[in-house]
């Protein structure tokens, strides 16, 4: 698309916003409309008229200085380019100078005086600020960048907009609290905060004490890595080379992590080993093995997080397995190596990367998880809780909890940057174009045996573990060991009564309702902006793509509490004013699991040769058709897999919401976090039932609909598979529990 | 591929029907922010709706989460009132002036100690309910172990209750600073810091939520859960095998409280909702929803189960002086840093 043409389209989208559309939110809903062009629904041209809101004439004028040349049928890419980033600048900061009391930057009073107050921008002015962003992507356009193409331009200005918002603006807020204390501007809070014993104390070395927060987290983490690391690898050489039948079982196990509500998993492990749990009393009757808490704790939370991070690794190393070449294996046995040598000097340097790239999936989930330190945690606090407390505990510190969560950023973010350390660096490619041969060579005797013994066992663990939250929302009270029947917690929540049609009386109803739309209405947003950004990134070559890439992955390292904490601040208040709406739900998804959706999308385009393009190019089709006929189709599965995970991550988000949801609009995952806290663990464990099927028939149902993907299979036989991780990679990391 | 189109489409046009307001009431529309538990929360709105007419949107969410909404919200507040919670951070909210004063023609009819708090905190925030401050044991696991039932504070510092207490953190549960607030205005500042050193060696663990020892005493997690008794109560009525004490040295007690919040969008709605919530029919509800308090109408009933006053040594409470966020941070800083830090 040319500059002309998207400048064009542009100015109509600004035209409609000025004209007709209400320039300011309506509050009452569409009732208010009757009263257009004057009262509520005003749109800007009859307020400049008035004279209301007299300080927001630059923007027509700005919109009528682009007007002319286009009408004309000219391009000028200064002026558009200037005018496209002053509305913008402009609208936004009078929004912010300007709000509900009347003049907020006191020091621009000398030039407006005292303006009325100024409710948050409606329709009207999002069609202008669009139209802005166009003028602005028209004028970038024929200044010759993004290829000169205007609709390139449009699309990573409008997203990297999007990511200023929604993304980057929210994190400043809340981090300028963590340099001020009280309403006192002081950077040197900052340092004592971030350097408090809280954090990093090592008493826990010397004496009785606890140590540091940080020193937990980074424990808790390392533990949860290292151990779910070395369970997934036992599952998955048990499964490839192993020679068992149970492998299908594994693989049906790996989809439990991800559809599990949080708590419910930290719940069961109560029920099982609590000091008056089921097995904790079995041992106790027939072992007089003595009854301990050793489960509220370190424990504890390593093993729910274990329980959850392991059948990702699984899912991984199962990949990076499969796709190592038996041929190298061959060569070592045919010169004479033993079988385990050939394991140790063959097959497991090659399975390095995949290994690292579980460990540290397992770290960062670690660092994120919210749900099992709340219930398991006892005395032992990580970061994520203790920002939460910091937050909504009795003793509010906003500074402090600001501090931590950049604490809890850097520990992630130098978690990733150790990723991209360790496998940029090599190569780890086995498959090439030649037609593999040869059978993959079968485990050593005693790591086949080492295996089974902790496969077995898990796997019944695992078994025990769902088995309790399926019982336990069907009988009287599973925590105290009273197993009759009942249908009552699943009734308190989900009874339906006909009275004239259905009246849905149970009390879970409003909050399931709520899920399963903003989950439903989050996920094509949260696909489709990935995909799109991931094209962006991977295809179109320009200046700011590593800082584009950058903000897309930032808020996949934000822990949920701060993304929570910070849309209400940043979003309560106008010129963007959306707290109370279901609107803050879904955008909070979208961009939280929008580093899924890109992820998944890089891994799939790395997957498609750029010949493709080219030769689409070629024929004379322009970057969006490519994208459109070409590239779409061949990304299907990556497509899907995005709306999957971010519709079920959506269902079980709950440290980012539980400050966001409002009367109207509720969430189960909050819903369940006050029955916890009621103590009423059995009408919890019932609804997070409901929950598992629902998501269950969701996911089953879109992989069904499409079947499983397979597109890294034949890229790898084409010889581009570098790695050995992409193939088998799910391209969607989780966030247990977060 | 047209399945899911449909489907989503579906899903969509569902989502915009939820999204659009609810049809506006006649006699208007009220927000309450609900902090007590969800089965008391829900018959109250539908009571209210139902006598005046006005449509209610209920939040559910524990008084330390409303609190920091209705400061993040301070600027464009969402809600209108904020219903029950325990009364220290609806005092804090006053300290705060996140809501407004509020002199109800009902007061009259509510029991001392609920218009003295009105009166401390000038006619913001107002009593409900009240609930004193003490401890339930499991009754199997005591008779298990052969030790004296425990009647007093000091019995729970005695070397046999080694591990078998549980109460909330001070730091993130209203119910463990009413605890460390009692101590000290029962026993002294000293000797309570003292009490509180040898019972933090019989304490097996410090709770987020201030309820959760009354679930672990019942299940038998905990010999000992130190909570306000209400709690459980509910437990009991459930069937646990726990008992119930009032410590002997006297206990405190906290007020479930309520508050307009400041700039609420339906003042009138909320003044009405605010008056309503006084009168002895809506504290009956109380009762019906399995919440044990004491209500603070005079003429409300008062649940067969709930742990009567009379038989609990209740102390002269100082909510005013205890309720200040100073204060607070003091003792819950000496708790942290003279009692927590200790070996156990």
């Known amino acids: 698309m040319g500059a002309l043409s998207l400048g064009r389209v542009a100015l109509l989208c600004a035209t409609l916003g000025l004209l007709l559309l209400p320039w300011h939110g309506l509050e009452g809903g569409v009732a208010e409309l009757a009263a257009w062009p004057g009262g509520a629904p005003a749109p800007l041209l009859a307020l400049l008229v008035t004279g209301a809101r007299w300080w927001l004439w630059p923007v027509a004028l700005l919109v009528g200085v682009a007007a002319l040349p286009l009408l004309r049928g000219r391009a000028p890419r200064t002026l558009l380019t200037l005018a496209g980033a002053g509305i913008i600048v402009w609208i936004l900061a009078m929004g912010e100078a300007i709000g509900l009391r009347g003049l907020e930057w006191q020091w621009l009073a000398p030039l407006l005086g005292a303006p009325p107050p100024q409710p948050s921008l409606g329709w009207g002015a999002l069609f202008v600020l669009i139209g802005a962003t166009g003028l602005l992507a028209a004028g970038l356009a024929a200044r010759g960048a993004f290829g000169a193409d205007a609709f390139i331009a449009f699309l990573v200005a409008g997203s990297a907009f999007l990511l200023l918002v929604f993304v980057f603006a929210p994190l400043t807020t809340i981090l300028m609290a963590a340099i001020y204390d009280g309403d006192r501007f002081a950077p040197d809070a900052l340092a004592t905060r971030l350097t408090a014993p809280e954090a990093w104390s090592l008493a826990c070395l010397a004496s009785h004490q606890g140590c540091g927060v940080v020193w937990n987290t980074l424990l808790l983490a390392t533990l949860t890595a290292v151990i779910s690391t070395a369970i997934g690898l036992f599952f998955a050489l048990l499964a490839v080379r192993g020679g068992v039948r149970a492998a299908p079982l594994f693989r049906a196990m790996t989809i439990l992590p991800l559809i599990t509500p949080p708590f419910v998993v930290a719940m069961a492990l109560i029920v099982l080993f609590g000091r008056t749990g089921m097995v904790t009393t079995a041992l106790w009757d027939w072992f007089d093995i003595p009854r301990s808490r050793w489960i509220y704790g370190l424990p504890g939370v390593l093993l729910a997080q274990v329980l959850a991070q392991a059948p990702i690794a699984f899912l991984l190393l199962d990949g990076a397995l499969r796709a190592i070449s038996p041929s190298l294996e061959e060569a070592a046995s045919t010169m004479g190596a033993r079988r385990f040598r050939v394991f140790r000097s063959v097959t497991w340097p090659l399975l390095k990367p995949a290994l690292a790239a579980a460990f540290l999936l397992g770290f960062v989930e670690s660092l994120a998880d919210f749900g099992n330190p709340l219930v398991l945690g006892g005395d032992f606090d990580v970061l994520s809780t203790r920002i939460f407390f910091a937050i909504a505990g009795a003793r509010h510190d906003p500074g402090r909890a600001a501090a931590l969560a950049l604490l809890l950023l850097a520990l992630t973010l130098g978690a990733f940057a150790l990723q991209a350390l360790w496998l940029g660096r090599r190569r780890y490619t086995t498959m090439t174009g030649k037609g593999d041969s040869g059978l993959p060579a079968p485990l050593p005797a005693g790591l086949r045996l080492t295996c089974s013994l902790v496969v077995w066992p898990w796997m019944l663990f695992t078994v025990a573990v769902y088995g309790v939250i399926l019982v336990g929302g069907f009988v009287h009270d599973v925590g105290r060991g009273d197993m009759s029947f009942t249908w009552r917690h699943i009734l308190t929540a989900f009874e339906v009564e006909w009275m004239d049609g259905i009246a849905l009386r149970g009390s879970a109803w409003d909050s399931l309702l709520t899920t399963i739309q903003v989950a439903a209405l989050a996920a094509p947003f949260t696909a489709g902006l990935g995909i799109l950004l991931a094209w962006l990134i991977s295809r179109q070559d320009f200046r700011g793509r590593r800082t584009l890439e950058f903000m897309t992955m930032l808020s996949f390292a934000i822990p949920g509490t701060v993304v929570g904490v910070s849309y209400v601040m940043a979003f309560n208040v106008p010129p963007i004013e959306l707290t109370g709406t279901a609107l803050i739900l879904i955008l909070c998804f979208v961009f939280r699991n929008l580093p899924v959706g890109v992820r998944g999308g890089l891994a799939a385009l790395a997957q498609i040769d750029r010949s493709l393009d080219e030769a689409s190019a070629t024929m004379g089709a322009g970057a969006v058709d490519t994208l459109r006929r070409v590239i779409l189709p061949l990304m299907r599965p990556a497509i899907i897999t995005a709306l999957a995970y971010s519709f079920v991550q959506a269902m079980t988000a709950v440290s980012a919401v539980i400050f966001l949801v409002s009367a109207r609009h509720n969430l189960a995952t909050v819903y369940i976090v006050g029955r916890v806290e009621a103590g009423e663990m059995a009408l919890a464990i019932a609804y997070s039932t409901v929950l598992i099927f629902i998501m269950l028939f969701v996911v089953l149902g879109i992989e069904k609909l499409v079947g499983r993907a397979r597109i890294g299979r034949r890229a790898a036989t084409e010889g581009r598979l570098a790695g050995g991780i992409t193939a088998g990679a799910p391209t969607a990391p989780m966030r247990a529990g977060a | ?344």
């Open chain 2, 1 to 344: 591929m047209s399945t899911t189109r449909r489907l989503f489409g579906a899903l969509f046009a569902g989502a915009l029907t939820a999204t659009l307001p609810g049809a506006a009431s006649a006699q208007g529309n009220l927000t309450v922010y609900c902090s007590v538990q969800e089965e008391w929360c829900r018959p109250m709105m539908a009571a209210f709706e139902r006598a005046t007419g006005i449509r209610v949107a209920m939040t559910r969410k524990s008084s330390g989460e409303t609190l920091t909404q209705i400061r993040a919200e301070s600027a464009n507040p969402r809600g209108d009132v904020w219903w029950g919670g325990t009364g220290d951070p609806h005092m804090q909210a006053g300290q705060e002036n996140l809501t407004v004063e509020y002199r109800s023609p009902n007061l009259a009819q509510l029991h001392p100690w609920a218009v003295r708090q009105a009166e401390q905190t000038g006619f913001r925030t107002v009593g409900i309910y009240a609930g004193a401050l003490g401890y339930s044991y499991n009754t199997t696991e005591l008779a298990r172990r052969r030790i004296a039932a425990p009647r007093c504070w000091a019995d729970l510092a005695k070397p046999e209750f080694r591990g078998e207490v549980q109460v909330a953190d001070p730091n993130t549960s209203g119910t463990a600073y009413t605890m460390l607030a009692t101590l000290v205005q029962v026993m002294g500042e000293e000797p309570a810091f003292e009490y509180l050193r040898a019972l933090h060696r019989n304490i097996n663990q410090y709770t987020r939520s201030g309820a959760a020892p009354a679930r672990a005493a019942a299940t038998g997690e905990s010999l000992v859960g130190i909570t306000f008794l209400h709690d459980a109560v509910t437990q009991r009525v459930n069937g646990a095998p726990v008992e119930l004490v009032g410590p002997c040295e006297g206990t405190g007690y906290e007020i479930g409280s309520m508050s307009i919040i400041r700039g609420a969008r339906n003042m009138e709605q909320a003044r009405r909702f605010f008056d309503w919530a006084l009168t002895a029919e809506a504290q009956a509800l109380g009762a019906e929803a399995k919440a044990y308090q004491l209500p603070s109408n005079r003429n409300a009933p008062i649940p067969p189960q709930a742990p009567r006053f009379e038989n609990v040594p209740l102390i002269d409470y100082d909510f005013a002086r205890w309720g200040r966020a100073e204060e607070r941070n003091r003792i819950i800083q000496r708790w942290e840093r003279e009692v927590r830090a200790g070996a156990r």
